[in-house]
T-cell receptor
Framework: EAGVAQSPRYKIIEKRQSVAFWCNPI?????LYWYQQILGQGPKLLIQ????????DSQLPKDRFSAERLKGVDSTLKIQPAKLEDSAVYLC????????????FGSGTQLSVL | AQSVTQLGSHVSVSEGALVLLRCNYS??????LFWYVQYPNQGLQLLLK??????LVKGINGFEAEFKKSETSFHLTKPSAHMSDAAEYFC????????????????FGQGTILTVHP
């Protein structure tokens, strides 16, 4: 069974530039999550989709972050403009619904903002 | 509101020794508790979970955790460490969303890096 795919693996940009991350969840998983993991901290949920609808985006900085999940499958997370404090690993996860708390994580995209 | 505190950002043990990783939670409703593990260059994977059934939960690779409501703890243990256990471990808390079937969002602790010495 293929896992959660994310790209790119690494990204380096300068502050005020824009960046986009892509995620392809496990086939058949209704729920998709984007987490932000800052160095030395645990992952923090940015946004949760169920199919192509948003379930929770309470911690998404909406002035600069946006996410979409077209057709309830792939998802993209965008940052525009990036700030230094956005340097982190961005993790995508997916799950069946109900999840039972079992999320399947991708390897993440490591973003460095200079 | 819910939160998780993992005591000790780094734990070092010798191969064959007891592994004990500490987790305390705070939750205003009955919690669901999880341990996830992240091996180098891999995504996080579920190790075990507590969802209000048995308080002693067994997971993969010989790990287990005990839910203690009176102590608001969910410590992870393994009787004998193996070199392959070296990884970062995350405790997480969630709760069933009102009126729904989902467990809602996971709130993670800051992680504990486990090092195993020969």
């Amino acid at each position: 069974e293929a896992g959660v795919a994310q790209s790119p693996r690494y990204k380096i940009i300068e502050k005020r530039q824009s960046v986009a991350f892509w995620c392809n969840p496990i086939s058949g998983h209704a729920t998709l999550y984007w987490y932000q993991q800052i160095l030395g901290q645990g992952p923090k949920l940015l946004i949760q989709f169920q199919n192509n609808g948003v379930v929770d985006d309470s911690q998404l900085p909406k002035d600069r972050f946006s996410a979409e999940r077209l057709k309830g499958v792939d998802s993209t997370l965008k940052i525009q403009p990036a700030k230094l404090e956005d340097s982190a690993v961005y993790l995508c996860a997916s799950s069946l619904e109900p999840s039972g708390g079992r999320l399947f994580f991708g390897s993440g995209t490591q973003l460095s903002v200079l | 509101a819910q939160s998780v505190t993992q005591l000790g950002s780094h734990v070092s043990v010798s191969e064959g020794a007891l592994v004990l990783l500490r987790c305390n939670y705070s939750s205003s409703v009955p919690p669901y508790l999880f341990w996830y593990v992240q091996y180098p260059n891999q995504g996080l994977q579920l190790l075990l979970k507590y969802t209000s059934a048995a308080t002693l939960v067994k997971g993969i690779n010989g790990f287990e955790a005990e839910f203690k409501k009176s102590e608001t703890s969910f410590h992870l243990t393994k009787p004998s460490a193996h070199m392959s256990d070296a990884a970062e471990y995350f405790c997480a808390v969630s709760h069933r969303q009102a009126g729904g079937t989902s467990y809602g969002k996971l709130t993670f602790g800051q992680g504990t890096i486990l090092t195993v010495h020969p």
